[in-house]
C-alpha cells in the first residue's frame, strides 16, 4: 500500500472512530446551565420566528440581556445565527420544532456540532503530523485522533459549544500560515486572516490575540515585495469578519458591539482572585489544563529540543498561545463558571498537542533519547486525558465553584475540582451505597454533599433523582438554601 493511499485509510478509519465514539456520548438534553441553554434560546427564536428575542424561548437561561423591553442572549451571534439559519430550513420542511420533537434536535443539532468539529480537528491536525519528518502514519494518526478523543476535546463536543470550533479556527489560523510559509501567495494568506476572523465570532479574545500575530508573521514569511500585499489579503478577510459581526448585531439587537461587551454588556474584567492561585488552579490545579490534560505537558522539552528548527508559522503560533492563556487568566476570575475544567483555554488545546506530539515524532531522531521510553510516558499521560474526558462528557457544563460569585462558604468549595464533582454524580447514580461515595461524603461533609448532588441533578433536568437525595439527607436545597 503506497503512503498516500495508507494515509488517506487512516484518515477514514479514525474520522469513522471518531464519529462512532462522538455519537454515542453525545448530549440528547440541554442543562440548565445558561451557556448552553443561551444558544439554543437564540437557534430555536431565528430558527422558527425569524427574530432574536428569546423571552418566548422554551430554553430558559441566565445568561441574558435586557434591552429596548427585549430579552437576548449575551453570546456571540454569528455561530448561532448559522446554526439556527439551519435549523429554520430543516424546521420548514420537515415541519418539526423544540416543542414537538425537543430531545431528536437537541441531539441533532449537537452531534453535527461537535462530530463536524471533531473530524475537521482530527483531518487538519493528523495532516499537519503528516508534514512532520519522523513517526510513521499510524502513529500520527492515533496522537491526532487522541486530541479528539480525551481531555477537554472530548467532553465539550458532546454539547453545543463556542470552544472546540474556537480550537478548530485557531489550528486553522496555524495551518494556513504554514500552507502560506511554503507557498506564499493572497489565498493563504487570505485564509490566515479569515480564519483568525472566525476564530472572533467564536472566542473574541483569542481571535484579537490570534489576529495580531497572523499580521506580524506574515511579512517573515513573504518573498521580498509581498510583505505589504500579504497583510493586506490578511487584514481585508479579517475585517470582513468583523464588518459581518458588526451588522449582524445591528440587525439583531441595534448595535455594532456584541452585547456582552457593549452598553449594559455582562463582561467584567476579573479582579476579584488571587493571581498565583488563581493561575496554579487553571493551570495545573483542580481546573488545571495540564492536570486534566497532562500528555499537552510534553509541548515544553519539545519545544526546547526544537527551538532552533521551529518556522516562524510555529513561532508565532507559540506565542499566541501564550498571550491567549495570559489573557485568560488576567481577564477572568470565575475559574470558567460552571462548566468543566477551565473552558476559555480550550481554544489552545491542539496547537499545544501539535507540539507535544513532536516530542514523540520529531526529537528521538534528533536527540539521544529513547524514542520506547517517551512512547510509553506518553501513552499513561493520553490515558490519564481519555478518563478526564470522559468524565467530563458525563456533563460539560456542570455545577462548578465560581470563585468569588460562589463565596468562601458555598458548598462547591469542597468541589472546587470538576473532575472530582462529576465522579462523585456518576458514583451516585450507579452505586449510590458504594465506596467511592462514601468515601466523598467523609470528605466533603454530607451537607455540602446533598446540596452539590441535588443542584448537580438539577441542572441536568434529572428531577426524578432528587426525591432519592432529598429523603437520603433529610434537606432539601430549595426551602432550606445553602
Request: charge should be positive.
Amino acid at each position: 500500500m503506497t503512503a498516500r493511499r495508507k494515509g488517506r485509510f487512516l484518515l477514514i478509519g479514525g474520522g469513522l472512530l471518531i464519529l462512532a465514539v462522538n455519537l454515542l456520548c453525545t448530549q440528547p438534553d440541554v442543562s440548565i446551565s445558561g451557556n448552553e441553554a443561551s444558544r439554543f434560546a437564540v437557534i430555536e427564536a431565528w430558527g422558527e420566528r425569524g427574530e432574536f428575542a428569546i423571552e418566548r424561548s422554551c430554553f430558559p437561561t441566565v445568561d441574558r440581556v435586557e434591552r429596548n423591553g427585549r430579552r437576548y442572549s449575551d453570546k456571540p451571534l454569528p455561530a448561532t445565527f448559522l446554526a439556527g439559519s439551519l435549523y429554520g430550513a430543516f424546521h420548514k420542511f420537515t415541519g418539526k420544532s423544540f416543542r414537538t420533537d425537543y430531545h431528536q434536535l437537541v441531539f441533532r443539532i449537537n452531534a453535527l456540532w461537535g462530530n463536524l468539529t471533531a473530524l475537521l480537528l482530527y483531518w487538519w491536525l493528523f495532516n499537519a503530523f503528516r508534514r512532520v519528518r519522523g513517526g510513521t502514519l499510524p502513529l500520527k494518526a492515533g496522537l491526532a485522533a487522541a486530541c479528539v478523543l480525551t481531555g477537554w476535546i472530548f467532553a465539550y463536543d458532546t454539547v453545543l459549544n463556542n470552544h472546540t470550533p474556537a480550537a478548530l479556527a485557531a489550528l486553522g489560523t496555524f495551518v494556513t500560515l504554514e500552507k502560506f510559509r511554503r507557498r506564499p501567495g493572497m489565498l493563504p494568506a487570505a485564509l490566515a486572516g479569515l480564519s483568525a476572523g472566525v476564530l472572533g465570532w467564536l472566542d473574541l479574545p483569542s481571535g484579537a490575540v490570534f489576529g495580531g500575530m497572523v499580521l506580524a508573521v506574515l511579512p517573515f514569511s513573504a518573498p521580498p515585495g509581498k510583505q505589504l500585499g500579504s497583510d493586506l489579503a490578511a487584514g481585508c478577510a479579517g475585517a470582513g469578519t468583523l464588518i459581518f459581526h458588526g451588522l449582524l448585531n445591528l440587525y439583531a439587537y441595534g448595535t455594532l458591539l456584541p452585547l456582552y461587551v457593549g452598553t449594559g454588556g455582562t463582561f467584567f474584567a476579573g479582579t476579584n482572585k488571587n493571581w498565583l492561585e488563581y493561575a496554579w488552579e487553571n493551570l495545573l490545579g483542580a481546573r488545571g489544563l495540564f492536570s486534566y490534560q497532562p500528555f499537552l505537558l510534553l509541548a515544553f522539552p519539545a519545544v526546547f529540543a526544537l527551538r532552533k528548527r521551529l518556522t516562524v508559522a510555529e513561532r508565532g503560533t507559540l506565542l499566541a498561545v501564550a498571550g491567549a492563556v495570559l489573557l485568560y487568566l488576567g481577564i477572568t476570575d470565575e475559574y470558567g463558571g460552571a462548566a468543566y475544567g477551565f473552558r476559555y483555554l480550550i481554544v489552545t488545546i491542539p496547537l499545544l498537542w501539535y507540539f507535544a506530539g513532536r516530542m514523540i515524532l520529531d526529537v528521538p531522531r534528533i536527540a539521544a533519547v529513547s524514542l520506547r521510553a517517551w512512547k510509553g510516558a506518553a501513552l499513561a499521560l493520553i490515558l490519564w486525558g481519555a478518563v478526564t474526558g470522559s468524565v467530563g462528557a458525563y456533563a460539560p457544563f456542570c455545577i462548578a465553584y465560581e470563585g468569588y460569585r460562589s463565596g468562601p462558604e458555598h458548598f462547591t468549595q469542597k468541589f472546587r475540582s470538576t473532575f472530582l464533582g462529576n465522579l462523585f454524580c456518576m458514583a451516585w447514580e450507579f452505586d449510590p451505597d458504594g465506596p467511592v461515595v462514601k468515601e466523598f461524603l467523609r470528605r466533603a461533609g454530607e451537607r455540602d454533599a446533598a446540596d452539590f448532588l441535588f443542584f448537580s441533578f438539577f441542572n441536568r433536568k434529572q428531577f426524578y433523582r432528587l426525591p432519592a437525595i432529598v429523603e437520603r439527607f433529610g434537606r432539601n436545597p430549595l426551602q432550606d438554601p445553602p
